[in-house]
């Protein structure tokens, strides 16, 4: 959970990643509960992967497209459970021997 910062912009469904990190016994809970429920059913909820896509002025007092980057705000329980995921694969293959060396 320290992989989540601090005073970010919340995605769409508007939970703070302060609310993830520092919830307590029953938010770590719901995240047991999720995270078992993703790997027994090899499914995502739909309503975790929507996101944003906001412009940046990249400069003060940019108006043009080309003067803009693109962010994407990312619910802040799925970014955690991406990251988990990605974990247990990436020790999964390190395990097995999946893949090789270059």
């Known amino acids: 959970m320290n992989g989540l910062g601090n005073k970010k912009a919340t995605g769409p469904d508007g939970i703070p990643s302060e609310l993830v ?20 059913t090899g499914r995502v909820p ?31 329980i799925y970014k955690l459970i991406d990251k988990l995921i990605t974990e247990i694969l990436k020790n999964d ?5 999946l893949m090789h060396e270059a």
């Open 93 to 97: 293959i390190e395990t097995k021997k």
């Open 21 to 40: 990190k520092y919830g307590g016994k029953p938010m770590m809970s719901l995240m047991m509960h999720l995270m078992e429920n993703i790997l027994n």
């Open 46 to 76: 739909i309503e975790m992967k929507r996101e944003y896509v906001v412009l940046i002025p990249k400069k003060k007092d940019s108006k043009q497209p080309q003067d803009m980057r693109p962010i994407t705000l990312i619910n802040s």
